[in-house]
């Protein structure tokens, strides 16, 4: 459970309602390298911590904490209630959740250049540890967050259980999915992309006027900053940033749909996604390797849990080939052309790279868009999303091939993007059904995006019948629990029966198991 130093703020239409890098010194200013200034914000006269507090990218000795100071998250100006000064931030990491043994304690400076937002990248914490942080500034305390650091990297842990989300669209229904996924036992969430949709929100939404202001598209950094401000008030989604520690990356609606980045440069396109990367950054529980420097930011990484998983986050945007034969779903030849990439020469060489020298036991990607072939003509031809791995083959199949001729023991994929729950084998060739199965594949449902859904319409039967690889699939809602132990991978599709209400009951809707050394799916 989370506690909160101080009441719940009372909901009111103030509380619910410079493109390119950084400078070095907002950076500095932003993870506590520099000490603080003394005085506070004139204009900010209210409660601060209405965003809540969030950790991420768990290390054996440390995380990245992050909060960001924003008393009217809905102002139009995107500065969220606070003028340009500087203002201190104090923080506290603590071994136990009354706080009665401190373990580490710093000041970070929030800046108007970094969206008032902080990330302090607190060191020398044990492996494999539970910890609880607070911030305080502007005379205020924040909730208590809780945190876990990775184990030593020369061990095996018994388990590890994360979560996994992506397409939470705020206007498409309630964050019910998060209330739940905070009462898990979990050492970690991953969060694969559409954060928030850049799509205009505007009328009566969740029972809420929405400011007239929102009812555009999101283009400039105020835009977007204004954006995070609307979703992450959302209390279900803060209360499980607080409960864990999260990985995120970005997928194509924190830009714009469909976006791809080697073909997205004109001036406008480069502009837009500069000011969308800053706000992504001051929004979430980044590192500072993640610091975007205008239209560009690091995203892939490598998050190790001993042992026994290696979490390798890729970006399947920012470095891709514009989608073949215009987008859409076709099946057309320019998608086999070998020299197409999705992730671009120098990620997929990390990502190769990684493969061969990693010593942990199991292999998992973080993905945007669904790897395996994904049919949707149970006829002879076939019709694909030229937006995902089926728009780039050529890339696909040398990633497999080249991880199973490294003697990859367990290569599992975890996917978000198509609000659809999916289990599948991965195939060394998916145009022969009869090929190696080289790895697993579990795409999950989105939060909120495209509302109620269902358990299994006529898309999701057409699928499941054109691909004999694809062993299950369900269309409602929700987020997916996995459980990953030496011996065996178990993962849960937890499901929701509707979230345009609020408050609907979760359920396990189905559950599969990979055995170790054995790339082929059970039914759990």
């Known amino acids: 459970m989370v506690h909160r130093t101080r009441p719940a703020v009372p909901p009111s239409r103030r509380r619910f309602l410079g493109i390119g890098a950084a400078s070095a010194a907002a950076v500095a200013l932003g993870t506590g390298l520099f000490p603080a200034p003394t005085g506070r914000s004139a204009s900010a006269s209210s409660y601060p911590f209405t965003l809540g507090v969030a950790s991420g990218d768990p290390r054996p000795d440390g995380v990245v904490l992050w909060t960001r100071l924003a008393p009217d998250p809905l102002a139009p100006d995107g500065r969220g209630g ?5 203002v201190p931030v104090s923080y506290q990491v603590a071994a136990d959740e009354r706080f009665t043994t401190v373990v580490h304690r710093g000041t970070a400076v929030a800046s108007a250049e970094l969206g008032h937002s902080v990330h302090p990248e607190v060191t020398g914490l044990e492996p494999d540890r539970e910890y609880f942080y607070r911030f305080q500034a502007m005379g205020e305390i924040s909730p208590v967050g809780r945190t876990r ?62 400011p007239d202001h929102l009812a555009v598209e999101t283009v400039t950094l105020e835009q977007y900053r204004v954006r995070y401000g609307l979703y992450k008030s959302d209390p279900h989604l803060q209360a499980a940033h607080a409960r864990f520690p999260w990985v995120a990356v970005l997928d194509d609606h924190e830009v714009s749909n469909n976006w791809a980045g080697a073909a997205d440069t004109d001036g406008a396109a480069l502009a837009r996604r500069a000011a969308a990367f800053q706000a992504y950054y001051e929004n979430l529980p980044l590192r500072r390797s993640s610091l975007p420097e205008g239209p560009a930011m690091g995203l892939h990484r490598r998050i190790s849990w001993g042992r026994l998983a290696d979490l390798t986050v890729l970006d399947t945007r920012q470095y891709r080939d514009d989608q073949p034969c215009g987008d859409g779903r076709s099946d057309c030849p320019e998608r086999f052309a070998p020299d197409r990439t999705l992730l671009g020469a120098d990620q997929r060489d990390w990502l190769l790279h990684g493969l061969r020298t990693s010593a942990a036991r199991w292999h998992v990607l973080g993905n945007q868009v669904p790897m395996t072939q994904v049919d949707s003509d149970p006829g002879p031809a076939a019709r694909v999303w030229l937006d995902s791995w089926d728009g780039y083959v050529a890339e696909r199949d040398r990633v497999l091939a080249e991880a199973a001729a490294s003697g990859v023991r367990n290569l599992v994929v975890v996917t ?90 979760v359920s396990t809707r189905a559950t599969f198991v990979v055995e170790d050394g054995r790339p082929g799916l059970l039914e759990g």
């Open 149 to 210: 650091t990775a184990p030593d990297p020369r061990t095996e842990p018994a388990a590890l259980s994360f979560a996994f989300a992506s397409c939470q669209r705020w206007d498409h229904g309630h964050y019910t999915a998060y209330r739940h996924l905070a009462e898990e036992d979990l050492h970690l969430v991953l969060h694969l992309g559409d954060y928030l949709y850049e799509y205009p929100v505007g009328g009566e939404v969740r029972g809420v006027a929405v």
């Open 82 to 86: 606070m003028d340009e000064r500087d």
């Open 416 to 505: 978000g993007d198509r609000h659809q729950n999916h289990a599948a084998e991965l195939l060394a060739d998916h145009s022969d059904p009869g090929s190696p199965v080289v790895g697993a594949e579990f795409v999950g449902t989105s939060v909120t995006s495209n509302r109620d859904g269902q358990d299994l319409g006529p898309q999701g039967r057409a699928l499941l019948e054109a691909n004999p690889h694809l062993r299950f699939v369900n269309e409602q809602r929700g987020y997916v629990r996995c459980l990953v132990t030496p011996g065996h991978w178990y993962t849960d599709f937890r499901v929701l029966p509707y979230v345009t209400s609020p408050d609907a009951p």
